[in-house]
């Protein structure tokens, strides 16, 4: 054996002299990437077979050693930059996404300054930079308001373009003039079509005729909807029917109340009774009608800012798991 540079006997001391059986065992000794680590640097070792200038023939082996270290760090400040520079890329592209996602949701309040026989707010807060909940609300024509409150499974990206997708299909089957049974029919059926990821969101949806306060409701699997009839709000078991792209073919049913003047109704999604602190204990619905009855004087906005931050004091520190979103209209 024979040495192209004799640092390495240096470097590596185990090598010996010319003992063949040393230097292939040290050379079989690679890490799992072909290299050898000796004092916090790299190192490759190349052996090839000798040759004999005049003839040719072969004359044993050449051990070359060769320190990689600067090249790997230069190789590894390179892959830094470019993982940094995709990172900030995916920001840039999320925060343009939240941003589509907030505006296709109604945010100006109030929305409807010229119609005093109601007030209504409503709040999403995403558990990422995008999230499945939404609301919406929409006049169908000038004696009918409906109210849109929904949540898809799953979080994210692929939770945002569900949600999408099923307000644009509830909208416009909304504006059919269709009851709300028929809508979540028709929207059923949009979404079962096409659920190669089955996925499935729960709905509240209700419609507001504005003269009288009446209102007619279906719920497919959605929390229940708090009421408040001038006073204090309660939990309003109403009738659940299954989830949106639970099943093809399902057919919902829906019900009716009516809203007095001074009458409150208040709907949101699971992330607001199963938001969890430190210790995993749940917001639970007790605590949510705590923080509605707070003050009964406070009007929409004021009702949800009341419950944003009871459920804040609760969790204090704890990361937020799931999409807060909330909604709140009282009838004037």
Known sequence: FQYANETARRIFPELGGD???????????????????????R????????????DDSMKGYLVTIYDITEHDRRIRAEEEIKIAVEREKTAAEMSLAAKIQMSSMPHDFPPFPDRT???????????KEVGGDFYDF??????????????????????????????????????????????????????????????FITVWLGILEISTGKVIAANAGHEYPMISDGGAFRLFKDKHGLVIGGMDGVRYTEYEFTMEHGSKLFVYTDGIPEA????????????????LNSDLSAHPEQILNNVRSAVAGFVKDAEQFDDMTMLCIEYK
């Not at 003992?19 to 640097?41: C, H, M, N, Q, Y």
């Open 19 to 41: 003992d063949p059986l040393k230097v292939t065992e040290f050379i079989s000794s690679d890490l799992a990437d072909g290299t050898k680590e000796r004092d916090d640097r």
């Open 138 to 199: 929409f006049l169908i024509d000038d004696d009918h308001l409906c109210l849109v409150i929904a949540d898809v499974s799953g979080k994210g990206v692929p939770a945002s373009l569900y949600m999408m997708v099923t307000k644009v299909i509830l909208q416009s089957c909304a504006r059919l003039g269709r009851s709300p049974a028929d809508i979540l029919d028709k929207t059923n059926a949009a979404i079962c079509s096409k659920n190669e990821m089955e996925m």
């Open 276 to 291: 969890t602190d430190a210790s995993n204990g749940m917001f639970g619905t007790d605590r949510l009608i705590t923080a």
């Open 117 to 127: 026989e109601f007030d209504i707010y409503a709040s999403m807060e995403p558990a």
């Open 43 to 54: 190192y490759v070792v190349r052996t090839d077979k000798g040759t004999d200038s005049s």
